[in-house]
C-alpha cells in the first residue's frame, strides 16, 4: 500500500485513521519482536542495500533486533573538537531559521516552535536560532546518540497520531505536530541549552531513550534508539551559538536534504 494512495485518495484517507492510531503501532511492533519476522531481514537488507559488514548483528533473532543493530566498534567516530557541532544520528539534513516561532515551512504546512514543544516558554529561547531536521529513512542506522555534552533535563514526552514522516504526508498534515516524540535540553558551555527531539512515526511507537532523568551527558554516547520505520531527530539552536556548514546552507535554502552520518561535523560554534 502506497503513501500516495494513504493521503492523496478519499479510500486511502479513511484507512489512514486506524492506521495511525497507536495501537496498530504497538500490534506492529510485537510481531516485529518476535522470532516468526526473522526471514524479513533478508529481503530487507536487499531491498534498502545495507552493508551488514558495519553493524554487529551476531544473536540477532527478530526483526526489531537488526533494525535497532549496533555498529561495529569504532564506526562512527564523533570529531573530538569542542567547539565543532557533528550529527547525532545518520539521516538527511535540512536547516531552517527560527523567526518569530516559525521553525521551516514544509509544502502547504509551516511549524512553530512552540506548538513542536508544547511549551511557549521553552520555543522563546530559541527565537532567532537555528532548527536541524535529519530525517532517518528505514535504510538509515536508527540509534543515536547525544550532539553535545552538559546536563541534561529529565526527558519530557508528547503523545500524539503517529503519522509517516515522508514528505507525501507533509503535504496534508502537520507531522511533527502529530507524532509521537520527546525531547529534552542539554545545557553545554559552546552551543548553549541545545534542544535534541526525537519524532516517532508510522510503525515507530517506540523511541527507546536510555536515560530519562536528569543527569550529566557526553556528546557521542548513545541517547537511544528507534525500533521499525522512518523518524525524525530535531535539533533547536539557541541564536548566535552556531555557524552551519555552508554546503548545508545552500542545500537548505534550495529545499534540499543533505544526506549525513553520526559523528559528521556540520558547523562549528561561534
Given at each position: 500500500?502506497?503513501?500516495?494512495f494513504?493521503?492523496?485518495?478519499?479510500?486511502?484517507?479513511?484507512?489512514?485513521?486506524?492506521?495511525?492510531?497507536?495501537?496498530?503501532?504497538k500490534?506492529?511492533?510485537?510481531?516485529?519482536?518476535?522470532?516468526?519476522?526473522?526471514?524479513v531481514?533478508?529481503?530487507?537488507?536487499?531491498?534498502?542495500?545495507?552493508?551488514v559488514?558495519?553493524y554487529?548483528?551476531?544473536?540477532?533473532?527478530t526483526?526489531?533486533q537488526?533494525?535497532r543493530?549496533p555498529?561495529?566498534?569504532?564506526?562512527r567516530?564523533?570529531?573530538?573538537?569542542?567547539?565543532?557541532?557533528?550529527?547525532?544520528c545518520?539521516?538527511?539534513?535540512?536547516a531552517?531559521?527560527?523567526?518569530?516561532?516559525?521553525?521551516?515551512?514544509?509544502?502547504?504546512?509551516?511549524?512553530?516552535?512552540?506548538?513542536?514543544?508544547k511549551?511557549?516558554?521553552?520555543?522563546?529561547?530559541?527565537?532567532?536560532?537555528?532548527?536541524?531536521v535529519?530525517?532517518?529513512?528505514?535504510?538509515?542506522?536508527?540509534?543515536?546518540?547525544?550532539?553535545?555534552s552538559?546536563?541534561?533535563?529529565?526527558?519530557?514526552?508528547?503523545?500524539?497520531?503517529?503519522?509517516?514522516?515522508?514528505?507525501?504526508?507533509?503535504?496534508?498534515?502537520?507531522?511533527?505536530?502529530?507524532?509521537?516524540?520527546?525531547?529534552?535540553?542539554?545545557?553545554?558551555?559552546?552551543?548553549?541549552?541545545?534542544?535534541?527531539?526525537?519524532?516517532?512515526?508510522?510503525?515507530?511507537g517506540r523511541?527507546?531513550n536510555?536515560?530519562?532523568?536528569?543527569?550529566?551527558?557526553?556528546?557521542?554516547t548513545?541517547?537511544?534508539?528507534?525500533?521499525?520505520?522512518?523518524?525524525?531527530?530535531?535539533?533547536?539552536?539557541?541564536?548566535?551559538?552556531?555557524?552551519?556548514?555552508?554546503?548545508?546552507?545552500?542545500?537548505?535554502?534550495?529545499?534540499?536534504?543533505?544526506?549525513?552520518?553520526?559523528?559528521?561535523?556540520v558547523?562549528r560554534?561561534?
Amino acid at each position: 500500500m502506497s503513501k500516495n494512495f494513504l493521503y492523496n485518495t478519499i479510500p486511502g484517507r479513511l484507512l489512514l485513521k486506524p492506521l495511525t492510531h497507536p495501537a496498530v503501532s504497538k500490534i506492529a511492533g510485537a510481531f516485529l519482536d518476535t522470532k516468526l519476522s526473522k526471514p524479513v531481514i533478508p529481503y530487507f537488507v536487499k531491498k534498502c542495500g545495507i552493508d551488514v559488514s558495519e553493524y554487529d548483528t551476531d544473536g540477532i533473532e527478530t526483526f526489531n533486533q537488526f533494525f535497532r543493530r549496533p555498529l561495529t566498534c569504532g564506526m562512527r567516530p564523533f570529531d573530538t573538537g569542542e567547539n565543532v557541532l557533528c550529527a547525532p544520528c545518520d539521516g538527511l539534513l535540512t536547516a531552517y531559521k527560527i523567526e518569530d516561532d516559525l521553525v521551516f515551512p514544509v509544502k502547504q504546512s509551516i511549524y512553530s516552535v512552540s506548538s513542536l514543544l508544547k511549551s511557549r516558554h521553552v520555543a522563546e529561547a530559541y527565537n532567532g536560532g537555528l532548527c536541524l531536521v535529519f530525517r532517518l529513512c528505514v535504510n538509515h542506522y536508527h540509534r543515536y546518540a547525544y550532539a553535545v555534552s552538559g546536563e541534561k533535563t529529565c526527558n519530557r514526552h508528547i503523545d500524539g497520531v503517529l503519522h509517516t514522516v515522508r514528505p507525501v504526508a507533509l503535504e496534508v498534515t502537520p507531522v511533527f505536530n502529530e507524532n509521537s516524540r520527546e525531547y529534552t535540553v542539554i545545557k553545554n558551555r559552546e552551543f548553549g541549552r541545545v534542544l535534541q527531539m526525537e519524532v516517532g512515526a508510522m510503525l515507530v511507537g517506540r523511541i527507546k531513550n536510555h536515560l530519562m532523568t536528569s543527569g550529566t551527558v557526553t556528546r557521542g554516547t548513545e541517547k537511544g534508539f528507534f525500533e521499525y520505520g522512518g523518524s525524525t531527530i530535531i535539533l533547536l539552536i539557541e541564536p548566535d551559538r552556531l555557524e552551519l556548514d555552508n554546503k548545508i546552507t545552500e542545500a537548505s535554502l534550495s529545499g534540499k536534504e543533505t544526506p549525513v552520518i553520526m559523528g559528521q561535523p556540520v558547523g562549528r560554534a561561534l
